[in-house]
């Protein structure tokens, strides 16, 4: 059975994601990130890309996913057609390693951004990695280069991160430096070892 031994880590954009997925995995809990499974899909269906949005959005093989997103959060239209698109073939993917990881019997993360907004995963526990909201638009403008319209423009089509904190179960806090990151990080992975025990061999 898919989802069983599941754990949904989400957050928002520029909240961290990223970062405290590596740092949870350095520390021993393994992961599957819907991230690179939905940008593998993408890549697979070049063919629709070009024909939904045109073939100045592959080149060289490849969908140019810069691009691509400027269209998308500027058509709420267009970004639910996508959507539509590449989250059943996303969900399907992810619940294939689902099933290989409940055989082991003990929680594992599954890498969600957008588990709050789509409810298309029955799991039950989640951990959000939080960055307060001014801090999360630095940080972003910061990475990306956008201006602040554009960067707000995209932390707004994703869930307030606030309501997000609100419904976790756990939340990892990265509101100051990655020192600070790493112990939240421990600390999280050290109450899951608590909670469920290692099985035994």
Known sequence: MA??????????????????ASLLGL????????????????????????????????????????????????????????ETFLHPKIRVAIEEQS??????????????????????????NSVVVYTPKALQLERFMKRNGFSQEESLRRIESQMDIDEKKARA????????????????CEQFVDTIKVLYPAPKV
């Open 169 to 184: 179960t756990w939340v990892i806090d990265n509101s100051s430096n990655l020192k600070h990151l790493q112990r939240e």
């Open 3 to 20: 989802f069983e031994y599941a754990i949904a880590l989400t957050g928002g954009i520029a909240t961290g994601k990223s970062t405290v």
């Open 99 to 124: 099933e290989k990881q409940d055989k082991l019997k003990y929680p594992y993360l599954i890498d969600i951004p957008l588990f709050f907004e789509t409810s298309s995963y029955p799991i039950k």
């Open 27 to 82: 520390n021993g809990l393994r992961i599957i990130d819907a991230d690179t499974i939905a940008h593998r899909i993408l890549e697979e269906n070049g063919a629709w890309v070009v024909g939904r949005f045109g073939d100045e959005f592959v080149k060289n093989g490849k969908v140019d996913r810069s691009a691509l997103g400027k269209i998308i959060f500027a058509d709420p239209e267009a970004k639910k057609e996508l």
